[in-house]
């Protein structure tokens, strides 16, 4: 296993699952006076130093934000080359994934990106299957949305009693598992349809950088922040107890 990074939080104060909406490219190239698939391109190199810098940190599980359901409506020639962003990055980075023990898995409604593209993704999924250092989620036409209905939707199909689902036989139906931490990029803040039913205790954190500067430096500030919050999940935390019942434990 990888070594942690030096300046990282200690790992019993890491997420387990930290899932990013990557928002910032079209931005990006914008204020560099560039085509909107450049920033495409450059957002495909901070996916790869992301990747590797969460491996470094002994994060399990990363899902990353890659393509929206409501994407489908911006203009048909940058569909084109996200998708062969998509092959290429596929194809340039499968032997990378399996040096650093990178298990990726793609999630969302994935049949409506053809059969080429198709085929690739099932080749990488199965050729990292095997590998166990960090687990990483790519969700390409997802919708947090989608994810809850389709889950009701397989529940249905399984013959299964509506009156007796709990939530944590639903919560085994959804396209990924509750995240600890979600960051997002470019100084937005909200979730755009990303992990709705996950996010429900997640902490959030929201960084000013646009995407394809995201370096290893805002990856630490966003661990860092999270390692220095109490996750309460509705009770009132330590911080507000007496210190005879903090010390009670």
Same mark, same amino acid.
């Given at each position: *296993?990888?070594?942690?990074? *030096?300046?990282?939080?200690d790992h019993d104060k890491l997420? #387990?699952?930290?899932?990013?909406?990557?928002?910032?490219? +079209?931005?990006?190239?914008?204020?560099?006076?560039? &085509?909107?698939?450049? +920033?495409?391109?450059?957002? $495909?190199?901070?996916?790869?130093?992301?990747?590797?810098?969460?491996?470094?940190?002994?994060?399990?599980?990363?899902?990353?934000? @890659?393509?929206?359901?409501?994407?489908?409506?911006?203009?048909? @020639?940058?569909?084109?080359?996200?998708?062969?962003?998509?092959?290429?990055? $596929?194809?340039?980075?499968?032997?990378?994934?399996?040096?650093?023990?990178?298990?990726?898995?793609?999630?969302?409604?994935?049949?409506?990106? #053809?059969?080429?593209? #198709?085929?690739? *993704?099932?080749?990488?999924?199965?050729?990292?299957?095997?590998?166990?250092?960090?687990?990483?989620?790519?969700?390409?036409?997802?919708?947090?949305?989608?994810? $809850?209905?389709?889950?009701?939707?397989?529940?249905? @199909?399984? #013959?299964?009693?509506?009156?007796?689902?709990?939530?944590?036989?639903?919560?085994?139906?959804?396209?990924?598992? &509750? @995240?600890?931490?979600?960051?997002?990029?470019?100084?937005? *803040?909200?979730?755009?349809?990303?992990?709705?039913?996950?996010?429900?205790?997640?902490?959030?954190?929201?960084?000013?950088?646009?995407?394809?500067?995201?370096?290893?430096?805002?990856?630490?500030?966003?661990?860092?922040?999270?390692?220095?919050?109490?996750?309460?999940?509705? +009770?009132?935390?330590?911080?507000?107890?007496?210190?005879?019942?903090?010390?009670? +434990?």
């Amino acid at each position: *296993m990888v070594a942690a990074a *030096m300046n990282s939080p200690d790992h019993d104060k890491l997420p #387990g699952h930290v899932a990013i909406v990557m928002d910032g490219n +079209g931005r990006w190239a914008r204020q560099r006076g560039l &085509p909107r698939t450049e +920033g495409h391109r450059r957002g $495909i190199q901070a996916v790869r130093k992301v990747v590797a810098g969460c491996a470094r940190r002994n994060i399990a599980r990363l899902t990353l934000f @890659a393509f929206s359901t409501e994407n489908w409506s911006r203009p048909k @020639a940058e569909i084109s080359t996200l998708f062969k962003l998509f092959a290429a990055g $596929i194809r340039d980075n499968l032997k990378e994934m399996g040096e650093n023990g990178v298990q990726v898995k793609f999630v969302g409604q994935l049949d409506r990106f #053809g059969a080429e593209l #198709g085929v690739q *993704m099932r080749r990488m999924e199965e050729e990292t299957a095997a590998n166990s250092s960090l687990l990483l989620t790519v969700a390409l036409n997802y919708s947090g949305r989608w994810d $809850i209905v389709n889950a009701v939707q397989r529940l249905a @199909a399984s #013959g299964c009693d509506c009156t007796q689902v709990t939530e944590q036989l639903f919560e085994r139906e959804l396209a990924v598992p &509750p @995240a600890d931490l979600v960051i997002r990029t470019s100084g937005e *803040m909200r979730l755009s349809n990303f992990l709705l039913w996950q996010s429900a205790y997640a902490e959030l954190h929201f960084c000013p950088s646009l995407w394809p500067d995201f370096a290893e430096d805002d990856l630490d500030a966003a661990l860092a922040d999270y390692a220095g919050r109490e996750r309460r999940y509705g +009770g009132i935390g330590t911080a507000a107890l007496p210190e005879q019942e903090q010390a009670c +434990g």
